[in-house]
């Protein structure tokens, strides 16, 4: 609400120089990471993480558990918040490290760099603010080049996080 003010004062003062700003900010982006993050919390009122919490838990594999966990870390990652999914993704691995079948720090670890190292896809809210910045005559090819990049990120990324944590067993 503070930064609306701020920017609705800075807008009546300076009413070219705001309409300047305005033209340069990727509105596209902030609709994005808007609605990423609403998703999310659909997700959770839902009760969807909640199922997949039960769902893994009643595998019986705690380490193929955590490799789905880190896959979908890695997934909804991208094309959200890192830190809401490391949140939701640590939620889910509860059942798994209050039994104490999972190293607790192995397996926050393996969630947490699963989540981050996928920042570079574009519709995750890291990897958009860096496409917003890129001049307008780039962005199509930059844009092309980070959904390649973050497609292998997403495919290797949660699969070496999991061996960190599979490796020390």
């Not at 670890?109 to 190292?117: E, M, N, S, Y």
């Not at 959904?147 to 996080?161: D, F, K, N, R």
Request: net charge negative.
């Amino acid at each position: 609400m503070v930064s609306l003010t701020i920017g609705g004062v800075l807008a009546i003062m300076k009413p070219v120089e705001s309409r300047k700003a305005l033209d340069n900010v990727s509105w596209a982006t902030i609709v994005l990471v808007g609605g990423m993050v609403t998703y999310i919390e659909v997700l959770q009122a839902a009760g969807t993480v909640d199922w997949i919490s039960d769902k893994m838990s009643s595998m019986g594999a705690p380490m193929i558990g955590l490799l789905l966990l880190c896959y979908l870390s890695g997934v909804v990652s991208a094309l959200a918040s890192s830190i809401a999914t490391i949140g939701i993704a640590i939620t889910m691995a509860a059942p798994f490290l209050v039994n104490g079948d999972l190293p607790v720090a192995g397996a926050a670890a393996a969630i947490a760099v699963a989540a981050t190292v996928v920042d570079v896809s574009p519709f995750s809210t890291n990897g958009a603010m860096v496409l917003a910045n890129v001049d307008a005559e780039h962005r199509d090819k930059f844009f092309r080049q980070m959904l390649v990049y973050s497609g292998v990120v997403v495919a290797v990324g949660p699969l070496a996080a999991w061996l960190m944590v599979l490796l020390p067993f």
